[in-house]
């Protein structure tokens, strides 16, 4: 069974960071593009970030760009999202994706992320 597995989520004040990660642990991440996506109740979920296979590109939605870095690590499996300057809106679950030509993407189960005075 395919698993990726978002750790890195918890509660920050407003201007804090906090630093998800992703591991893939059945397949390996190196051929896919990965992104994080977020949902709060009630909305659609969001694509916030994605990172070609390579790491050679990067893309962020306009509500992130500037205060989020995604990156990965091939040789840990692993793909990260850095978050600072983090406000409020940022208060969401936050999702691992993963997605190769040809085949259907993996999802995550998520990680909450609260941003709470």
């Known amino acids: 069974q395919v698993q990726l597995v978002e750790s890195g989520g918890g509660l920050v004040q407003p201007g804090g960071s906090l630093r998800l990660s992703c591991a893939a642990s059945?397949?390996?991440?190196?051929?896919?593009?990965m992104s994080w996506y977020r949902q709060t109740p009630g909305k659609e979920r969001e694509l916030v970030a994605t990172?070609?296979?390579?790491?050679?590109?990067?893309n962020y939605a306009d509500s992130v760009n500037g205060r989020f870095i995604i990156s990965r690590d091939n040789s840990k499996n692993t793909v990260y999202l850095q978050m600072n300057s983090l406000k409020p809106e940022d208060t969401a679950v936050y999702y691992c994706?993963?997605?190769?030509?040809?085949?259907?993407?993996?999802w995550g189960k998520g990680t909450l992320v609260t941003v709470s005075s």
């Open positions: 994706y993963a997605k190769k030509l040809g085949n259907s993407p993996y």
């Open positions: 059945t397949f390996f991440i190196s051929r896919y593009a």
């Open positions: 990172i070609t296979s390579a790491g050679s590109s990067t």
